[in-house]
């Protein structure tokens, strides 16, 4: 069996299970957003603030992958959303039957969305899929205004990119980012993506991502 | 044959061709280094100030690696150093046998030190010898002091850590980066690790930085 065929088949068994998550969650109504980004990005602090600002609009449970530790889901579970920790023991991606083990541990007839915190990586979570309804890509400022380019399949493959820490830009050594280079480049590699400036720290651009998550359970 | 079977008959190649490029570098004297870290930790404006700061005193060639674009080693051409450009496609870390052939293209007998730059990843190049001396990690403060502990592997490898940006952390929404988590976090994994808090873009700390280097090639 060559190296092709090898990895055709572990596709497919992802496959697979990806397919049965997708089937789960639409029986429940559920809307699922994989949400990946470098380490570093914001995930968690967005996360964690997204669910506090739509209690009572929008009912979110949380699945967190990590190399190691479980202080992402403590964080998630602070805002006394549902969090189930998946570590991964050094893999590089979340694998769709790891999420399927997770989804079981989730309320998810009390849901409205589940949202899944991909290892922190921008290149290998694009290429598997975990039964998710979208992908969501996060770039900090801090980052650069360089990386669609660099990092293009992740951007290709995302219905929204959320645009971190738009608060650094104050910052002398940050002046040079340059937001429209990153809108220009993520949109050239896909029309359809959304893209959204924002600081999960001070709040500021946060209220057109909640509009954008409400619109997605609605539709 | 079974995933794990394929995964040693992998690795095995990789290790023959590292095996290769060690000996090929230790028959030109020099030092090789593997810098790895996220996307945007700050790796090609940090190379590039070092090529330029340490001319007269330490010739430097680089071999650069990246998913798509040759963006990075034209910026490190600006510098008069000789760089090679990579491109993996897609590929989430750089193989030996991607840097055997770039050696070749390098004037190895006019340096004293190969500076490999990754492709910007935390997890996936840690696990890949190229044959180098030494490994480098980088963290810019703007990914956050809680990731030697969410991503040991690199930190338990790496020869040298360095904190990167700390010029940002007069940023108000960097002020609880804390620098001594991350130096306590990065020596509990690995006891012999050297840190270098810097920044690259103002010039803080990059003597230190500096010696370290023209030590390792007096060594």
């Not at 299970?17 to 602090?45: D, R, W, Y």
Request: net charge negative; charged share 20%.
């Amino acid at each position: 069996m060559d190296k092709q065929t090898v990895g055709k088949r572990i596709l497919s068994a992802n496959e697979q299970f990806a397919q049965g998550n997708a089937e789960l969650l639409a029986a429940h109504n559920l809307v699922c957003l994989n949400m990946i980004s470098s380490p570093g990005s914001g995930k968690t602090t967005l996360l964690a603030r997204t669910i506090t600002d739509m209690r009572g609009r929008l009912r979110i449970g949380v699945i967190e992958g990590d190399l190691r530790t479980d202080l992402d889901a403590q964080r998630i579970r602070a805002t006394q959303a549902p969090a189930v920790q998946i570590e991964t023991k050094g893999s590089c991606h979340l694998s769709a039957e790891q999420v399927h083990g997770a989804l079981g541990q989730l309320p998810l007839a009390d849901l409205d969305m589940v949202i899944i915190e991909n290892v922190g990586n921008l290149v290998c979570p694009a290429s598997f899929a975990l039964g998710e309804s979208a992908k969501i890509v996060v770039l900090s400022v801090a980052e650069g205004d360089d990386k669609p380019a660099k990092y293009p399949s992740i951007f290709a493959r995302s219905a929204a990119l959320l645009i971190n820490k738009i608060d650094l830009l104050a910052a002398e050594g940050l002046a040079d980012f340059d937001t429209d280079r990153v809108r220009t480049d993520a949109s050239l590699l896909n029309r359809s993506i959304e893209i959204f400036p924002l600081s999960a720290r001070t709040g500021q651009g946060m209220e057109s991502w909640y509009d954008w998550l409400a619109a997605r359970v609605r539709s």
